[in-house]
């Protein structure tokens, strides 16, 4: 359960805008952040600081993961 506060903190803005996915790629040189394989076509981008513990979505906070 999260209060009122807590909701109010939190970036509004959950997912990554495409823009946001292609800089977290191109940063990451087409790695993925967690096993260093290439990325493909689809990849995840994840917060490193969860969005929900206040994680805002920024390039500062992304990183692009290979989908399992």
Known sequence: PTS???MAERDPRRFATRTQRVRVFIL???????????LG????V??????SHGGATSLCNLQALCKP
């Open 4 to 6: 009122e506060g807590d």
């Open 28 to 38: 990451q040189g087409g790695l993925c952040a967690a096993c260093g394989c290439e």
């Open 41 to 44: 076509d689809e990849f995840e």
């Open 46 to 51: 994840d917060h490193l600081h969860k969005h």
